[in-house]
């Protein structure tokens, strides 16, 4: 069922980028994008909050059922209202280029999920990324060398597309580290319901939601370095200020650092996004959008698995290490304070354990998260405006005029 979702998901997104591409001019561009990244944001913003009320409240299968009217509306407002676009000739299916990178992604991020308990260095989990790289690396040559390529690979040709790529990999590791690890810690450490902790999600989602116009008309006006750039700082210094989380930290101090490292991503999310493809002729937009889509979709999964690995093993290591420091001093204070059985002191006494393992797991990880954002941040400086890109659309279409 969720491979049929992400089949619609994965025809939607490449699609409306494309869409926004045709019909909005390259000046204004990054304005339209900005709006664009805002209908993005909504359901972000509201889904935390939304489903943690459906869970705890009504029932969790709801999650699910309440896409179903979503779907039939969407449905019929796309018939009804969309236009339609001239069409391209594109070949045949590429088969081989789909069961190849097929996969090798279903075998990558089997063994990321798998690894911590089979074992890294186990026969099947080596095995897997063996296949893994096979195969992608089998479709990279296919893709290069078939006249009708699934992905258009060539679009790495253009500096800035290719630059950007590896900048959004980086934001979006950083970004979804954040929003699944506070969710996570809010639940498990502070002990907050699912809806309780959707809410104090909710303003810092809203916050990035109101940057992406306005850092969508910075685009415009100064061109790419200056939004991403100073996005990616304050997200990184905000990201180091999480390093100091605790146990006791307020949850206002969580919700205030959330809320300006949002204003971050806000500002670099959309310029960066925008620079990707504005370097792009028309014809190659669509192809441009396919593969930006992927990378941010793989990107994510495969860089919140390898954070989930190295969380789980350092909170292994810190709840061995508490445990062997741990004093019987300890457990007689719990029996003398709360009065507990010695069973129930020792059973809170590890549940405290695992708790500050979690929250120094956590820290660890906001420091790896930081400098991510540190090393996204430096190819800033290669990220051009998207002239070139308006330049070869223009250069192109005299082209095709001029044959006709």
Known sequence: ARVIHAVGVGMIMPTTMTMVYAVVPRERIGSAMGIFGLAMMVAPAAGPTLGGYLVEYINWRWVFTINLPIGVIGTFLALALLPEFPRNKIGSFDAWGFITSALGLFCMLFALSQGSDWGWTSFRIVMLF???????????????????????????KYATFSIGNMMMMMLNVVMFAGIYYITYYLQTVRGLGAFHAGIIML???????????????????????????????????????????????????????????????????????????????QSLVGRGSAITNIVSRVSSSLGLAALTV?????????????????????LSS?????????????????????????????????????????????????????QGGHQEAKTEAAENLSET
């Open 130 to 156: 063996y296949i893994a790289f096979s195969f992608l690396l089998l479709f990279v040559y296919h893709e290069l060398t078939t006249p009708f390529p699934l992905l258009e690979l060539r679009v790495f």
């Open 203 to 281: 303003p810092p989602a809203l916050v990035s939601a109101f940057m992406l116009p306005i850092s969508g008309r910075m685009f415009d006006r100064l061109g790419p370095k200056i939004p991403v750039g100073g996005g990616l700082l304050v997200l990184g210094v905000m990201t180091y200020f999480l390093t100091k989380m605790d146990v006791m930290t307020p949850v206002y101090h969580i919700v205030i650092w959330n809320m300006l490292r949002c204003v971050g991503i806000g500002m670099a999310m959309m310029p960066m996004q925008t620079a990707i493809m504005s370097q792009l002729p």
């Open 334 to 386: 719990l029996l003398a304070d709360h009065q507990l059985s010695a069973s129930t002191a020792a059973a809170l006494l590890q549940v405290k354990i695992s708790q500050m393992a979690f929250v120094q797991a956590l820290q660890e990880l906001f420091l790896i998260v930081t400098i991510c954002t540190i090393i996204a941040a430096i190819p800033v400086v290669f990220l051009k405006s998207g």
């Open 310 to 330: 190295f969380v789980t093993n350092q909170m292994t290591n810190h709840a061995a290490y508490l445990t062997w420091t741990a004093s019987g001093a300890n």
